[in-house]
C-alpha cells in the first residue's frame, strides 16, 4: 500500500531533549517536506526537500532540522525541543516539487515540557 | 507566511442539509485541493483541481477552481454523519509551487 509512515505516533518529552520524528514513504517520491499543525493557524511548512542532499527552509525552520540521505525518509530533526514546538507535526510526499498532490502521514502530536 | 482564508471556520448542520464551504487568496494559484482530516489521523485527498473553471466530483462532494484563479469552494451534498471531520484547501502558488494551506472548516453533523 502507498504511504507516508511516521513515527512516533504521540511523544511527550522534556525541554532540551533531542528528539527524531522519522518519515517514510515507499512511493518514490522525490519531493518531501514537514508541516506543523497549531490551532488557527493551518499547517505550516518547516523544512522541504526536493530530492536526495536537496533541503531548504519552509516559513517556520527555526528549532528544526532536516536530512535526506535516501530518496525514502526525511527524519526531522529536534535538536533542543522547546514548549513552543508542541503541536501535531506531519510529513507529506509528491512525485516532484512540481508534482501536483501531497500525500500526507498520520501525524505526529508532540508535547515539550 | 501566507496563509488562504478559509471560511466559515466551523458549521452545525443537520444531516441530510448541503454544505459549502470556500477558500480565497490574493496570490493566484495552479492547483487546489480539497483535504479532509479526522480526528487522530492526516489530512486524505478528497478532490485535486488543475484549471480555472474546472468542476470536479467525487460522490456527493463537487468542488470548483475560480475563473480568477483566486478561490475554490467545495459542496458537500445531503450530509451524513460521517463528514464530520476538518476540510481544508491548500492552493499552489503558480510562481513558487508552494503549496499553502487554509485554516479549515470545521464540520459538526447532527443525526
Known amino acids: 500500500e502507498a504511504q507516508v509512515t511516521q513515527n512516533p505516533r504521540y511523544l511527550i518529552t522534556v525541554t532540551g531533549k533531542k528528539l527524531t520524528v522519522t518519515c517514510s514513504q515507499n512511493?518514490?517520491?522525490?519531493?518531501m517536506s514537514w508541516y506543523r499543525q497549531d490551532p488557527g493557524l493551518g499547517l505550516r511548512q518547516i523544512y522541504y526537500s526536493m530530492n536526495v542532499e536537496v533541503t531548504d527552509k519552509g516559513d517556520v525552520p527555526e528549532g528544526y532540522k532536516v536530512s535526506r540521505k535516501e530518496k525514502r525518509n526525511f527524519p526531522l530533526i529536534l535538536e533542543s525541543p522547546s514548549p513552543n514546538q508542541t503541536s501535531l507535526y506531519f510529513c507529506a510526499s509528491s512525485l516532484s516539487w512540481t508534482g501536483d498532490i501531497l500525500h500526507f502521514g498520520n501525524g505526529t502530536r508532540l508535547t515539550v515540557t | 507566511g501566507q496563509q488562504l482564508n478559509q471560511s466559515p471556520q466551523s458549521m452545525f448542520i443537520q444531516e441530510g442539509e448541503d454544505v459549502s464551504m470556500n477558500c480565497t487568496s490574493s496570490s493566484i494559484f495552479n492547483t487546489w485541493l480539497w483535504y479532509k482530516q479526522e480526528p487522530g489521523e492526516g489530512p486524505v485527498l478528497l478532490i485535486a483541481?488543475?484549471?480555472?473553471?474546472e468542476l470536479t466530483s467525487n460522490g456527493r462532494l463537487t468542488a470548483q477552481f475560480g475563473i480568477t484563479r483566486k478561490d475554490s469552494f467545495l459542496n458537500i451534498s445531503a450530509s451524513i454523519p460521517s463528514d464530520v471531520g476538518i476540510y481544508f484547501c491548500?492552493?499552489?502558488?503558480?510562481?513558487?509551487?508552494?503549496?499553502?494551506f487554509g485554516t479549515g472548516t470545521r464540520l459538526k453533523v447532527l443525526a
Open positions: 483541481l488543475y484549471k480555472a473553471g
Open positions: 491548500a492552493g499552489r502558488d503558480s510562481g513558487t509551487y508552494k503549496y499553502i
Open positions: 512511493m518514490n517520491h522525490e519531493y
